[in-house]
């Protein structure tokens, strides 16, 4: 029987936000070496603290991290907007993930193209870099809210060759790049202010034909960027994952009654994303719903929500993760289940109750460093004392077992190499048992013998005692997590 506290697959993945430089990079203007070096730091946190993925904000608004053929290099990165940092950053940050055999996913804000002035260019399209698209392009933006120092500017969802521009656009980077997932956050339609809409009633009165309110319009264009968008990607790349991380309430209950015993604001009607769709009819891999709130919190329990978007997942081959509030640990104003070191620790343990949650998603990186009140070392001593790989997706096909080609004590431990056989292994998991063992299937159901996940051909073990002896064995990992069975044993 699988232990709930050994979980073999399971999703542990670190948001790294760049947008106003939250995490990464640190500050704008910084050289190429600091650059690379600040992103190692975190990967080297996220191993350290027992995750196997990144999720990385790679075009925070109508930007980009890499040299794109259809937005201007980000802000986040020299300072100043559309200027060539001289490197390339997400060849960099999808080689070193990898290296760490860290997932890693391409995160994409679609339609949010600038931040509010004086940082960003607000609501003024002049101020946008000449190459932006909204620049070239001004009769796609929509400025909102207007007259309020929160003014950003956005595309209009509704214009269909806008919904063209901006999957393009992504689509230039999964293309050229070997990203693992692309991931969409809860940024969709912006969240409405207070007596103000969204200005596209000339493009509602344009394409919205056949629709009985704008909402509904509205929702169907999300729907089909979303729908689009899945088809793009897996017809280019079918390994790579397509994922959502919406705001943590679809519905509540007294507004619908498939929706959560909740009472807060709703993406359904504020962000027009219809996120219980999408996972019915299979148009994400993942889903990432922010549960921001702690259990017991009167208007949004997280012991109320994490069961819904389990049923709402049940049935479904849409993977569920949760998305933790890290910042909120600690945080001045929160309620005082924050205060406590557990409060974090608590939701995983309650997770473990739905087998449908396949895991966590982290924010931010600055947050898991910080380690406020020693949550994070908590967490990482309860849910995270053995490696996990990614939850396995899609269709499997058969792999072989590799070979351990070499087996030897050294001074820095047990040194193994192997051989893989076959053109499918990605990565390798290391498993170690005590005394001179056969493994049986069994024994490898869980995480509890699996000491190591790795890229490459070879590891050494460096908790080997000297004088113990120990059975090895290996496994391949296809790239969507598919595992093989064992290698024949190698004592040592």
Known sequence: MVSPATPKYQMRAMWIASVVNIDWPSAPGKSESEVKAEYDGWLDLAVANGFNAVIVQVRPHADAFWPSAYEPWSQYL????????????LEYLVRRAHERNLEFHA????????????GGAGTDVGKLPPNSPLAQHPEWAVAYPVNNAAGRLYFDPGIPEVRAWVQDAIMDAVTRYDVDGV?????????????QD??????????????????????????????????????????VRFGV???????????????SETNGTQSYDANFADTRKWVKEGWIDYIVPQVYWNIGFAVADYAKLVPWWADVVAGTDVQLYIGQADYKVAAAGQPAAWFAPG???????????????????????????????????????????????????????PMLFPVVTHAKRTAAGAELRWRALGDKATSFGVYRFDGVTIPRGCDLADASHLIATVRGTAYTDPTAEPGRRYTYVVTALDRRWHESPPSPPRFI
């Open 107 to 118: 995160w994409f804000n679609p339609y949010r193209a600038s931040m509010p002035a004086p």
């Open 198 to 239: 969204f200005g596209d009633e000339a493009t509602f009165a344009r394409y919205g034909g056949g629709f009985q309110s704008k909402a509904d319009w509205r929702r169907h264009n999300i729907d089909l960027l979303v729908q689009e968008m899945d088809q793009r990607v897996h017809a280019v790349k079918p390994w």
């Open 78 to 89: 020299t300072g100043v907007a559309g200027q060539d940092p001289g490197w390339d950053p």
């Open 183 to 195: 991931h969409f956050d809860d940024y969709f339609y912006p969240y409405p202010a207070a007596g």
């Open 245 to 259: 991380s919406p705001f943590g309430i679809w519905r509540n209950q007294a507004a619908d009654p498939l929706g």
């Open 343 to 397: 409060e974090l620790s608590s939701h995983l343990t309650f997770n473990r109750q739905y087998p449908q949650v396949r895991g966590d998603v982290h924010f931010s990186a600055v947050q898991v460093r910080a380690d406020r009140l020693g949550a994070e070392t908590l967490l990482t001593a309860e849910h995270r004392s053995r490696p996990a790989f990614p939850p396995s997706w899609g269709p499997a096909t």
